[in-house]
T-cell receptor, first 114, second 116 residues
Framework: QKEVEQNSGPLSVPEGAIASLNCTYSDRGSQSFFWYRQYSGKSPELIMFIYSNGDKEDGRFTAQLNKASQYVSLLIRDSQPSDSATYLCAVTQRGNTGFQKLVFGTGTRLLVSP | DAGVIQSPRHEVTEMGQEVTLRCKPISGHDYLFWYRQTMMRGLELLIYFNNNVPIDDSGMPEDRFSAKMPNASFSTLKIQPSEPRDSAVYFC??????????????FGSGTRLTVV
């Protein structure tokens, strides 16, 4: 089982619709959860983070966390063509040394059509 | 804030040559990470440092890879000798931790390495 799993997509949605991106993780000890956006040929860019169960909203983005189900999601409302990118889910994991690191999923490609 | 600075942006080298990638983290950040990204494997963590000390290098694929962080503002990733399968985009990222919580990383713009 992969540590962080995402559907590779592509997820295609029309402009103005809600895009829903999902992620599951295997380590129950994970404490912090992040969503990164990566445009083709660019570096990942942090767009949301969440630490507690429930929802966290920031503009058109809502992150949802359910630790019992080991599930994280990202909702993008009023999707725009400029949202077309790969979205990476990342979770913290405490290594054998006791220090934390981020483990990334392979990403979901989102395509928003005009 | 200039962000995380990586150099070079692109590197093309011949198999067997030594390659050195450089990274300057954000001032004040206490974590530094080196990742490799390929289409097949996504983002793979190679090694990370906390306060300039290597913490976990279990992701370094082979002895041909080495990394150093001589001070808080500079790190290098070296591949010697390079092989075509090392071709990838190499990212450096830095982060600030607080009360045991790791905040999100800031990534550099990456180095696209091509080994021919």
């Amino acid at each position: 089982q992969k540590e962080v799993e995402q559907n590779s997509g592509p997820l295609s949605v029309p402009e103005g619709a809600i895009a829903s991106l999902n992620c599951t993780y295997s380590d129950r000890g994970s404490q912090s959860f992040f969503w990164y956006r990566q445009y083709s040929g660019k570096s990942p860019e942090l767009i949301m983070f969440i630490y507690s169960n429930g929802d966290k909203e920031d503009g058109r983005f809502t992150a949802q966390l359910n630790k019992a189900s080991q599930y994280v999601s990202l909702l993008i409302r009023d999707s725009q063509p400029s949202d077309s990118a790969t979205y990476l889910c990342a979770v913290t994991q405490r290594g054998n040394t006791g220090f934390q690191k981020l483990v990334f999923g392979t990403g979901t490609r989102l395509l928003v059509s005009p | 804030d200039a962000g995380v600075i990586q150099s070079p942006r692109h590197e093309v080298t011949e198999m067997g040559q030594e390659v050195t990638l450089r990274c300057k983290p954000i001032s004040g950040h206490d974590y530094l990470f080196w990742y490799r990204q390929t289409m097949m494997r996504g983002l793979e963590l190679l090694i990370y440092f906390n306060n300039n000390v290597p913490i976990d290098d279990s992701g370094m694929p082979e002895d041909r890879f080495s990394a150093k962080m001589p001070n808080a503002s500079f790190s290098t990733l070296k591949i010697q000798p390079s092989e075509p399968r090392d071709s990838a985009v190499y990212f450096c990222a830095s982060s600030l931790s607080g009360t045991g919580v790791l905040y999100g990383y800031t990534f550099g713009s990456g180095t696209r390495l091509t080994v021919v």
